[in-house]
């Protein structure tokens, strides 16, 4: 089937919920994905790692660990934590899975996902392979690239939750399926934003949460607003030639996906890496944060990720930079940032 008679055949079949659609993850944000997606009327496939959780799930009608204040429909859920059966029981897949797991979960995978449509809501690369979840989609899976989108804010699970106006973009090289997930992700409080730019987004997602952790480290020592203003102005830039240099990509900085979910993460009380920072900045180690916040915050593995990948490329990075230095070099914050104040401008 050629490409003009293809995509129309796929949007028609979307609509008309010919294509069944699972969510591969069982934190707050593949939490919030489930709501808004069974609120659209759609049954949905739920991979959850723990029995435990699905029980929980099905007896309490929400999530216990992850924005349990949310009901959740669960007649239109088959839930599952045989990842193979979600996955075969599916044409859709929506991956929201943290980043820093995606590798040890998905060689579980024992089915073939490359006739898969897959969209991912990770917000980093994977460790064990420095890529985008896209390219390593499609490098290991061979996954088509067409077939291939991702979800992004500026939006909290915590928000979508409360029902309060958020917005998504939804980014992939095919519009008329880019259109139609967008359609299922849809509601009287969720606006949506259309993209191609599937790599910038990506990495954007990435790099918005080692700038949030900036952001708490900078306000638990003493840095106030005005400083915060001047992180952030430095921190959209520094995201640009990131990207830029990475993959030459000339995209619109200034939209929601890059500036607006750089902005929520770094400034909302939702944010588990700007919380994660600010307990660093107090002088938690790592690892009694972690453990504290019992949430994964993706931009501590963000950093290094960003570290190692910037290794082969000639950008200025001195924010990325001096989070790295505190969180894995074991720097003192106060003297780091003292240091970064003067590379920004």
Same mark, same amino acid.
């Given at each position: ?6 995509r129309?055949?796929?949007n028609h079949?979307?609509?008309k919920?010919?294509?069944?659609i699972?969510v591969?993850?069982g934190?707050s ?8 997606i ?8 739920w991979?959850?790692r723990k ?7 099905k007896?309490?009608?929400?999530n216990?660990n ?10 239109q859920l ?17 991956? @929201?899975?943290?980043?820093?797991? !995606?590798?040890?979960?998905f /060689?579980?995978?024992?089915? =073939? %996902?490359?006739e898969?449509?897959? $969209? ?20 290991k899976?061979?996954?088509?690239f ?7 804010g ?15 973009t ?10 139609v997930?967008a359609?299922m ?6 606006r949506?934003?259309?993209s191609?730019?599937i790599?910038?987004?990506?990495y @954007?997602s990435?790099l918005?949460? !080692?700038y949030?952790?900036? /952001?708490?480290i900078?306000? =638990? %020592?003493?840095?106030?607003?005005? $400083?915060?203003s001047v992180?952030?102005?430095n ?7 990131f990207?830029?240099?990475v993959?030459?990509?000339k ?5 929601s996906?890059?500036?607006?979910d750089?902005?929520v993460?770094?400034?909302?009380v939702?944010?588990r ?12 180690s790592v ?12 931009g501590y593995?963000a950093?290094?990720s960003?570290?190692?990948i910037n ?7 001195p924010?990325?930079d ?6 894995y ?17």
């Amino acid at each position: 089937m050629n490409q003009s008679i293809r995509r129309p055949y796929i949007n028609h079949i979307l609509l008309k919920n010919k294509l069944k659609i699972a969510v591969l993850g069982g934190g707050s944000w593949a939490t919030a994905l489930i709501k808004i997606i069974t609120e659209n009327k759609r049954k949905v496939g739920w991979y959850v790692r723990k029995d435990i959780n699905i029980e929980l799930i099905k007896k309490y009608h929400h999530n216990p660990n992850y924005i349990s204040s949310t009901s959740l429909n669960t007649k239109q859920l088959k839930i599952s934590s045989n990842i193979n059966e979600v996955i075969e029981d599916a044409d859709i897949l929506i991956i @929201a899975i943290p980043s820093a797991f !995606i590798s040890s979960e998905f /060689a579980k995978i024992e089915t =073939s %996902i490359n006739e898969k449509i897959i $969209f991912t809501a990770v917000k980093g690369v994977v460790p064990q392979s420095m890529l985008i979840v896209g390219k390593y989609l499609h490098e290991k899976f061979k996954v088509p690239f067409e077939k291939i989108g991702v979800i992004t804010g500026p939006c909290h699970a915590e928000e979508v939750a409360m029902e309060r106006l958020s917005f998504l973009t939804v980014a992939c090289s095919n519009k008329n399926l880019a259109k139609v997930i967008a359609l299922m992700l849809k509601t009287k409080y969720i606006r949506i934003k259309i993209s191609n730019d599937i790599i910038g987004t990506e990495y @954007a997602s990435m790099l918005k949460n !080692i700038y949030a952790i900036a /952001a708490g480290i900078a306000h =638990s %020592i003493g840095y106030g607003d005005n $400083f915060q203003s001047v992180l952030m102005s430095n921190a959209i830039r520094e995201m640009k030639r990131f990207i830029m240099d990475v993959y030459n990509l000339k995209s619109n900085i200034n939209n929601s996906a890059y500036l607006g979910d750089l902005l929520v993460t770094s400034y909302s009380v939702f944010s588990r890496n700007r919380t994660f920072g600010s307990m660093i900045g107090k002088g938690y180690s790592v690892k009694a944060a972690q453990t504290e916040m019992q949430m994964i915050a993706e931009g501590y593995y963000a950093t290094k990720s960003a570290k190692i990948i910037n290794s082969d490329y000639p950008s200025r990075i001195p924010i990325i930079d001096a989070v790295f230095s505190i969180l894995y070099e074991g720097k003192n914050a106060d003297k780091v940032f003292k240091k970064l104040v003067k590379k920004l401008d």
